[in-house]
Structure formats: C-alpha cells, structure tokens
C-alpha cells in the first residue's frame, strides 16, 4: 500500500494490477496444459499408426470376418480371440475388410474423441464448488493423464471399446437430465461389460429408483435383442463361458486384474476357488456400493462412481488392462488430514495407471504378490477401506497446513525457486517418499540401459573406442593405475575380498541410510540433500547417454581381471545375465564414487562431531579404491562423478538458495511462535505477540 501511494497510484489500481497478473498467469497456464494433451495426443497417434499392420489394432483385427464380414458364417468365439458381449459384436457387425484401413485411422482418432470427452466430463463433474484455477485447469489435466493410463494406451494398440461403458456411465450419472436416458445410457454401457450393471445398485439406492429400473430394462432388452439375432453366439457366451470366463488370454494371466485373476495365480483353482471368488466378490460388492451410496449422498458423486467401477473390477471374472479406467477416475478421493499426506493416494494412483508394476516395487520375490497384482490391490483399497475424506469434515478443504522454512533468496535474483523443493521443517510422508524414490530409481535404471540401444552389443564399439581414449589421456597424465592396483588387489586374497564386498554392498545402503537419517533427524535438510542427490544423478545420466564407456574390466586387450563379476567371454557381444539387465558401458561418471562422495559431503556437513565428520569423508576413499581395484571404473570416472556431484549442489544451491543456517534458524522460530500461540490460546487477555521476523 505504501509503495503505490509513493509511486503515486492509488491502491485499488495496485490491487487491479495483481488481479490481471494472475488471470494472466492463468491463461497461460490453461494454454499450456491443453497444448501438453495435445501433444500427447499427437504422439500416441504416431506410435499406434506407425506400427506396422498385423502389430497394431490386434483386436480389431479379430472383427474382421474371412468373407470381409464380421463372422457372418460363422460364430464370434470360434477363436476365443473376441471377447465382447454378444450386442457388442452385433453392433460392430457392418465393419468390412474392404473399410479396415480406414477403420484403423477412424477407429484411433474415434478413440482419442472419447477420450477427450470423456476428460470434459470428468473435469465437470468435481464436487462443487471448486476454486476458479480449478475449474480452468482440470480438463486438460484429466486429458493429459487419461492419455498416459495405461487403459487407454491399451485401447488404441489392441482397438478396443473399454472406454465407451465408462463414457456411457459418467455420461448418464452427470449429463442425461431424463432419468429414462440416464438408464438407458447405464443399460447400454452394462450391455458392453456386464458388471457394469453394478451401477444400477447405485442409482437405486441414491434415490434414483426409475433410472435404475431403466438401466435394468435397457440392458435385458438389447441383450434379448442379441440373443434373438445370434442365438449361438448369446448361448456360448452367456451358458458356456459364464459371462465371458474364459474367453481371450488366460484367465490367470497378469493382465487379468480382477479378483479371480489373482486368485488363480496364487495357486487355488476347483471348487475352492470359485468358492472364495464368489463370497469375496460379493462381499467386496456390498462394501463398494454402500461406502459409493455414502459419498454420493456427501454430494461426492464422481468418487461414488469410481468407487462402484472400482467394485466391478474386481467382481468381473476378467478385467483386462484396457477396462481398468474406473481405478483412475477415483484419484478424486481426498485422503489425509495433513496436507503433506493428501498427495500420496492420488499420486500412487497415478503411478500404478501410468507405469509398469515392475516400476513400482523392487524385483524381490516377496513382493510379486503385491507387484502382479498392484492395480486390484488399488481398486479393492478404494472399494472397501480407503478413509476417502467427507465434504462435512474439516479438513476437506482446508487439510492441515505443512510448515515450511523461510524462503531464502538465490545468489541470481533472475533464477526463480523452484516451489516443490522448499525446506519442509515437519517431514514429509514418508510412504510417498519411498515410492517416488523407488520410481525414479527405475527411470534411471531405464534410462541408463537404453542410453546403448537397449542392449550392450549395440554401443560395444563405442564405448571401447572412448575406453581407449580415456586410457591414453590417463597415461599422458600419469595416472593409468588400473591394470597395477589391480593385480596388486589380486594377489591379496582378505583385500580382494574386502574390495569386492565393499563394491557390492555399500552402494546402496550408505546413501539410504544417509536419506533415512536425515528424514528422522534433520528433516529441514532432507529435502535439500534429497533434491542435490538428484540432480547429481540426473547430470550422470545425460553423461551416460552422450559418453558411453566400457570400464577396465570389459576392455579386452588390458588384462584387467572382473573380481566382482567374474571371467567375461569378450567373443560374445553381451557378457552374461547381468549385461541384458543393465547398461556395463555407463562407467563414466561413476556414480559408485559420486552417490558415495554425495553421502561424504553430506555427512561432513551437518554431522555435529568431527570425527562423524572424518568417518563420512572415509566413505568415499575407500569407495574409489574399491571401483578402481576391482577393475569397475577407471581414474578418471571418479572424476566426473565428483564433477557431477558438484553440479547437483550447485544446482539446489541455485533453485533453493543456502542451506542450513537461515531453515534452522527460522525452525526454532516457527516452533516458539507456535508454543507462544499455545500459551496464548490457553491464558485469554494476554495480547498476541508478533510471528518471528522474516
């Protein structure tokens, strides 16, 4: 207020300034998104039609009949690869082979419409009211995320129909205003996956008793109306496939997220496990439409039919990959008091619809059960357990706020902080920690693996033509000690042993525990050192795709002996197992020196005695002692996983600003400000203090 009178504008044109500045930034914003969906459109047009024919549009393929009509003479199930219902095929019937190539181009672009509608309709059916950003942003968001699900990425590769019932739904609960077109969009979309008709529990028990009957009546008649016309075909899916059971791939295959999938591939099969099957399914039935009826009734409509598709997938005796939309519609639910626990659920959603299972959790054999089934596990939680938050709580719209540390200003004012990484001073959720660390720990897994091509063969005579060069660089600056340190290694066996031990072991657990003891410890340092370590590695991976490089060990005219991994046949162009699993020409930088000087600095840091301090800083000694004795990496790496290191520092220093001092100290302020408030709030009449100075 005072800088406008100063400068001589009234403060209502102050205030008119700051209002457009955020329509502005809005717009921006809103055009931004859009243009994301839209090129994520683009691209998964590109993949699909760029495929060659026969890899692409498989299922659609399957409508196609030998006479050019879709199995006119024959049955629909003659090769069990069609796994509509009966009026499903009826209505794809007109398709022609003599149309098939402009159904391909039509049926993916019809595909990419449906999913955009289907993010307009979702965008406007959030609980009301939502804030003005919100309202502006939801639609490309919902576009964009639907056009990463796995669903629909599986849809247009296999040209399927799975959005069209989740469509049909969402456009009967929260477009059709007649309850007779409400019921007949439901019945339809039940006509085309049967345990749809779930939603018809819904409709009546919300009040909606005349469209339930609706859905009810639409759906026996147009499936009467396909028996009528494909007798055979009705018999064979409806009597002697039980609804499709069996129809397709395996039942007990991982693509089959639903409750029987699971259970056949725990080991159960008989009469026991159609026993478990149907008591389960049922149960999980009940519990999904009552806690749906509940949210519906909190004026939470679109989370009461996530949470009903949720149910069906699980019921269905098979929910292929490209039916599991309905776990993704239910992101919506709002779970947590805190603030720092609301992002977890959505997130996790997120990442099981959009990433590999082998992504989420670690390759451990303990955790394939949870891994093969990570989608059916998230639409039972959402069913059946999750504390999706009321409308009447609280902490619905206002969760509990996480305090973060003044922000510090960077050295270059021109350089905007990055919001996501301020210094939290409560810690953050921990679950939602460990599942970004674990997802980003895949992505560099795959990053580093496809820097060569997929495959070490395909970068071999690279990285050996820039093995060589960085040998001759070390021997012009004396440094080439590999081939010595060595065989001087070798011939002592505890060394051997110690170096090859601590090679394997230490990689990973030094730095886990550094992350750990930080987040229980000191969390207004975790998320400065987390965010540092990522950037270092993020700089090692861009060097790992520009510098491929063979280490030592798999240079073959060198002599260097592999202690770690054993004797290599360098006739083959991979060496092993291990080299189909991961990339062996990423040796420079080292992030074995790197993660292990990240963890040296660190401790050296914020350890509050000195010999903490000198104890961190052995890490890395020994750690380049042991990539180098082993024949791992050469001198040289280890350089550059200093460099990259430094590079990740210095880049939190320049998103983030300082560490340590300014956070801590405005912690301890925080922390009597809220103790002042406590004594306050108890002794009325004592005159509020002022916060701590910023």
Known sequence: MANAEHSGRPAEAFGSTAADTTRARLRAARLGLWLVAAVLAVRQVAVVLGTPRGERLTDLETWVGPDGVLHVNG??????????????????????????QALGWGWTFGTLLLVAVLGL??????????????????????????????????????????????????????????????????????????????????????????????????????????????????YTYWVHHMAGVGLGGEADALANQSLHGALLRSGLSGPLEIGLFLSLGAAVAVLGVRRSVRYARDGQLLLAVALTGCAAIVVSPTSWQHQLLWVLLAVVGRVGRRASDRYVWPVAVILVMTLPAKMMLPNMAALYPLRDNAVLLAAIAAATVLPFLPRTSPYYRTPVPTEYARPVPTRWKHVPLLPFLKRVLTRPNLLLELL???????????????????????????????????????????????????????????????????????????????????????????????????????????????????????????????????????????????????????????????????????????????????????????????????????????????LVVGGGFGLSYLFMGPRARFATATATAVTAVTADRAVEAAAPGVPEKDPAPR
């Open 436 to 642: 970004l660390i674990r997802v980003t720990y895949a992505a560099y897994q795959q990053v580093r693996l496809a820097a060569t091509g997929g495959s070490n063969s395909a970068g071999r005579v690279r990285a050996e033509a820039h093995g060589q060069q960085i040998l001759d660089i070390e021997r012009f600056l004396h440094i080439d000690i590999e081939h010595w340190a060595n065989h001087a290694v070798v011939k002592v066996a505890w060394l051997r042993d110690f170096f090859d031990f601590y090679y394997e072991s230490f990689h990973f657990v030094v730095p886990l525990s550094v992350l750990a003891l930080l987040y229980w410890r000191r969390p207004v340092d975790y998320r400065w050192a987390r965010a540092s370590l990522g950037f270092a590695t993020l700089l090692a991976l861009v060097g790992f795709w520009l510098y491929p490089l063979a280490p030592p060990r798999l240079m073959p005219d060198l002599g260097v002996i592999d202690t770690v991994h054993g004797v290599q046949d360098f006739s083959k162009p991979d060496y092993g197992t291990l080299t189909a699993l991961t990339n062996q020409y990423a040796a420079m930088p080292s992030l074995h020196f790197g993660w292990s000087l990240w963890c040296g600095l660190v401790i050296a840091i914020v350890a509050p005695k000195w010999w903490m301090k000198a104890l961190g800083l052995l890490h890395p000694f020994f750690t380049v002692s042991a990539i180098v004795a082993t024949g791992n990496h050469w001198v040289l790496d280890a350089v550059g996983g200093a």
């Open 121 to 234: 309709v979702v965008a406007r059916a959030l609980p009301q009211p939502v804030g003005r950003r919100t309202a502006l942003l939801a639609a490309p968001v919902a576009i964009s995320v639907l056009m990463l699900s796995l669903p629909v990425r599986n849809t247009l590769w296999l040209g399927q129909t799975s959005i069209i019932p989740v469509l049909l739904v969402l456009l009967g609960c929260f477009v059709a205003r007649d309850w007779r077109a409400a019921g007949a969009l439901i019945g339809l979309a039940a006509a085309l996956q049967p345990t749809v008709l779930l939603f018809a529990a819904l409709l009546w028990f919300t009040g909606r008793r005349r469209a339930a009957a609706s859905a009810g009546a639409s759906f026996a008649a147009v499936s009467v109306l396909a028996w009528a016309a494909m007798p055979h075909d009705s």
């Open 75 to 100: 049955s629909l199930y003659d090769s069990t690869r069609f796994t509509g219902t009966p009026f499903g095929g009826l209505v794809l019937k007109p398709l022609t082979r003599a149309a098939e």
